[in-house]
C-alpha cells in the first residue's frame, strides 16, 4: 500500500511538472571562468524550477505581479532622497535599511521602465530580507513624480547619472561594499554602466533580472498588448505632465500619437538628449560595451518571457559563453520579473536566487582580501 501511495504521488508531482512547466534551468557560461565553481553552491541552479501553477500561463503570471503583488505589497522606505545632477536635473534614492551598521553591504537597485517606490517594494523588501544587507533604490529622472527642471529623460537611464548617485551613496556609507542589481529596463542602466566602467566601477558583482539585451531590436519582439499598455504609461508619466519642460524639444508632440513601445524608442532620443537615434543608441545602448563588463554579472531570463522575449538572447549566446565573468541562466517558465513559486504563500525564485548569490559572492570576496 506505501508503494502504490508513494508511485501515485510521484505521478501526481510529474504531471503537475508537465502542466507547471516545471524545468531544470538551463546555464550559459564559460566552463574555465568564475562560475564553474560558483554554481556548486547554488542549489536552486541544479534542482527544478516549480512556478506556481495557477500561473503557469506567462499572462496570468504578469498580471498577478502587476495588479495583485505590486498593489498589496506594504513597505515603508526609511528615506526619499531628492538629489541634484551635475547638469541641475533631478534623480532620487528611495533608502530601505539605513539603520544597518555602517559596514553592511548596499544592494543599488535600478527599476523597471516605469518604476516607482511603490512597484519595487517587493524587490526591496525581499532583497533585503534574504540578505540582511541595506538597499538604496535608485529614481531616475521623472520617476515617482520627481520634478523635471531639465528637459532631459532617459527610459534607460542616464550612467552619468548613475555614476552621480554612487558617488552619493559612497560618500554616506564610505565603509558598505555595493552590489547592483537591475530589473527589466534597469538592466539596460545596469550594463551600459558597468561596460563603460571596466574595472573602474565601485560594484563588487551585478544581477541583472529579465533584460532585453539589444534596445535597438529588443521592443521589436514585445508582445502586442503590453507594448500598448506600457507606451500609454510611458505618455501618462513622463509626456503629460511635463508638457512645459518638453516645449524646448520639438519632437515631443509626436510621441503623444506614439502607439508601441518600438515606435517610443525610436523617436525620443530628443527628449534624452541626443541629437539623432544613432546617437542616441550609440551612447546608451549597453550591447556595444557588454564584452567590457569585468565584475561577475549573472543573468536571468524567462523563456516565456512576453516583454522580454528569449530570442533577444539568441544573437549573444557565443559571447556569453566566450565571456569569463558571466553567465546567462534561462526557465521554461517565470513570464517577467516574475519567478514565483509555491501554492498559496507566493515567493519570488528569482530574488532568492539573486540574494544567495550576491551572499556567496560577498563571502568569497571577503575571504579573499583578508
Not at 566552463?31 to 506567462?58: C, V
Amino acid at each position: 500500500m506505501k508503494m502504490l501511495l508513494k508511485k501515485m504521488g510521484q505521478l501526481s508531482s510529474e504531471y503537475l511538472d508537465r502542466f507547471s512547466g516545471a524545468d531544470q534551468p538551463t546555464l550559459y557560461y564559460n566552463p574555465n571562468g568564475i562560475f564553474s565553481g560558483l554554481i556548486e553552491y547554488l542549489p536552486q541552479l541544479k534542482q527544478k524550477y516549480r512556478p506556481t501553477p495557477w500561473l503557469a500561463n506567462a499572462h496570468a503570471h504578469i498580471l498577478y505581479l502587476d495588479l495583485i503583488k505590486k498593489r498589496t505589497i506594504k513597505l515603508r522606505y526609511d528615506l526619499l532622497e531628492q538629489l541634484k545632477m551635475s547638469d541641475g536635473g533631478i534623480t532620487g534614492i528611495a533608502w530601505y535599511g539605513l539603520d544597518l551598521p555602517a559596514n553592511t553591504p548596499t544592494i543599488v537597485l535600478l527599476h523597471t521602465i516605469t518604476g516607482s517606490p511603490e512597484s519595487m517594494r517587493e524587490l526591496v523588501r525581499d532583497l533585503h530580507k534574504y540578505t540582511g544587507w541595506r538597499v538604496a533604490l535608485c529614481l531616475r529622472r521623472g520617476h515617482a513624480h520627481l520634478p523635471m527642471p531639465v528637459p532631459k529623460m532617459n527610459l534607460f537611464g542616464s550612467t552619468q547619472d548613475l555614476r552621480e548617485q554612487l558617488l552619493y551613496i559612497q560618500d554616506k556609507f564610505p565603509q558598505s561594499d555595493l552590489y547592483g542589481v537591475g530589473s527589466s529596463a534597469g538592466t539596460g542602466l545596469l550594463v551600459r554602466y558597468l561596460g563603460e566602467e571596466g574595472e573602474q566601477t565601485p560594484l563588487k558583482a551585478a544581477f541583472a533580472l529579465c533584460p532585453g539585451y539589444d534596445m535597438e531590436t529588443g521592443f521589436d519582439y514585445v508582445h502586442p498588448f503590453y507594448s500598448k499598455v506600457m507606451t500609454k504609461k510611458l505618455i501618462k508619466r513622463f509626456i503629460q505632465p511635463y508638457q512645459e519642460t518638453w516645449q524646448v524639444c520639438p519632437s515631443w508632440k509626436r510621441l503623444l500619437e506614439v502607439k508601441d513601445l518600438s515606435e517610443f524608442e525610436r523617436l525620443y532620443f530628443e527628449l534624452a538628449g541626443f541629437k539623432d537615434y544613432v546617437s542616441y543608441t550609440q551612447a546608451t545602448n549597453p550591447i556595444y560595451v557588454f564584452e567590457n563588463v569585468k565584475i561577475p554579472l549573472m543573468i536571468l531570463n524567462s523563456e516565456d518571457d512576453p516583454v522580454c522575449n528569449i530570442r533577444n538572447l539568441e544573437p549573444h549566446k557565443d559571447k556569453i559563453r566566450a565571456m569569463p565573468n558571466i553567465v546567462v541562466i534561462t526557465t521554461k517558465r517565470g513570464s517577467h520579473c516574475g519567478f514565483y513559486q509555491g501554492l498559496m504563500q507566493t515567493e519570488s525564485w528569482a530574488t532568492r536566487l539573486m540574494a544567495d548569490y550576491l551572499i556567496h559572492l560577498s563571502r568569497t570576496q571577503v575571504q579573499a582580501s583578508a
